[in-house]
């Protein structure tokens, strides 16, 4: 995940601390794994460091002490670089189910078990997503929300496709 470019994506409307960054994040994906407070300040970190960002103010009001931070002119140009450029399509990138998949074939456990739980879960959550939805819900989470069911949707019919050519295979082998 680009963290780095989201924390400028999200310094872009204006200056801002890191717990305002940490709930911009959280709210921009609403479905997706929350952005850890340890992440935001080491990213802010970083892109101070390398001139990304720079400190515009620092404040406790009564609390605790709260940097500022707001893009630099290197940050805007290099989130607009960084939105400029497509992402290239993994290539043979292997996540957690396949190999959970592959895992179970090799070691002789219930494949198709494993399949039919995975599937089952795979269809509830793309419900949740379906009925998260409100009507004045923002494009972007919308947006966020239908990406995930998609990947989902295409994760079913891989499960599909498996269970297919595992069912076929064992039959053979009758």
């Given at each position: 995940m680009a963290t780095a470019e989201l924390v400028l994506g999200?310094?872009?409307?204006?200056?801002?601390?890191?717990?305002?960054?940490?709930?911009?994040?959280?709210?921009?994906f609403p479905d997706s794994r929350p952005l850890a407070f340890g992440q935001?300040?080491?990213?802010?970190?970083?892109?101070?460091?390398?001139?990304?960002?720079?400190?515009?103010?620092?404040?406790?009001?009564?609390?605790?002490?709260?940097?500022?931070?707001?893009?630099?002119?290197?940050?805007r140009d290099h989130l607009a670089t960084w939105?400029?450029?497509?992402?290239?399509?993994?290539?043979?990138?292997?996540?957690e189910m396949v190999r959970k998949v592959v895992a179970t074939i090799r070691t002789g456990e219930d494949t198709t078990?494993?399949?039919?739980?995975?599937?089952?879960?795979?269809?509830?959550?793309?419900?949740?997503?379906?009925?998260?939805?409100?009507?004045?819900?923002?494009?972007?989470s919308k947006l966020v929300r239908d990406y995930i069911a998609l990947h989902l949707d295409a994760d079913l019919r891989w499960l599909d496709s498996a269970l297919d050519q595992i069912t076929e295979q064992k039959e053979t082998r009758r």
């Open positions: 999200l310094l872009h409307s204006g200056p801002a601390h890191g717990y305002d960054v940490k709930r911009g994040h959280d709210e921009w935001v300040y080491t990213t802010l970190a970083r892109l101070e460091r390398d001139e990304l960002v720079k400190v515009v103010d620092k404040g406790s009001e009564g609390g605790p002490e709260r940097t500022v931070y707001g893009l630099t002119q290197k940050g939105l400029a450029e497509p992402i290239h399509p993994a290539m043979g990138a292997v996540d078990a494993f399949l039919a739980r995975q599937r089952a879960s795979h269809l509830r959550r793309i419900r949740e997503l379906r009925t998260a939805a409100g009507d004045e819900e923002a494009t972007s």
